[in-house]
């Protein structure tokens, strides 16, 4: 399975981006998607999530009520929609995926498949 994410880039403080993360596979639609974020220097954590029934999502609490996760299981790829950035919020961005994967996995799980990872830089 591979996983392409695209969208990043720089914005000013305030903005908004909105990442995609299209996936190679027939079956997205039975895969759980997460993002994480990685900063200079620091290990990757945890952004959201979403189920394979599209049912259920899951923040990150610095993000809740900025960022929103949603999914096209027609064009296999799931989303995540970035606003009111702030400056520390920059990074890499890593789309993620696991076979009817339970929402509440923690970074340091196993995802069976990462996509390479995209810049994603806040101007103050």
């Known amino acids: 399975v591979q996983l392409v994410e695209s969208g990043g880039g720089l914005v000013q403080a305030g903005g908004s981006l909105r990442l995609a993360c299209s996936v190679s596979?027939?079956?997205?639609?039975?895969?759980?998607m997460y993002w994480f974020r990685q900063a200079p220097g620091k290990d990757r954590e945890f952004v959201s999530a979403?189920?394979?029934?599209?049912?259920?999502?899951r923040y990150a609490d610095p993000v809740k009520g900025r960022f929103t996760i949603s999914r096209d299981n027609a064009k296999n790829t799931v989303y995540v929609q970035l606003c009111r950035l702030r400056p520390e919020t920059r990074g890499m961005f890593y789309c993620?995926?696991?076979?009817?994967?339970?929402?509440?996995?923690?970074?340091?799980?196993?995802?069976?498949?990462w996509g390479r990872g995209m810049q994603v830089t806040v101007s103050t």
């Open positions: 993620a995926a696991v076979a009817c994967g339970h929402i509440w996995r923690s970074a340091g799980d196993y995802y069976e498949s």
């Open positions: 979403i189920s394979y029934s599209d049912t259920n999502t």
């Open positions: 596979d027939h079956s997205f639609s039975t895969y759980t």
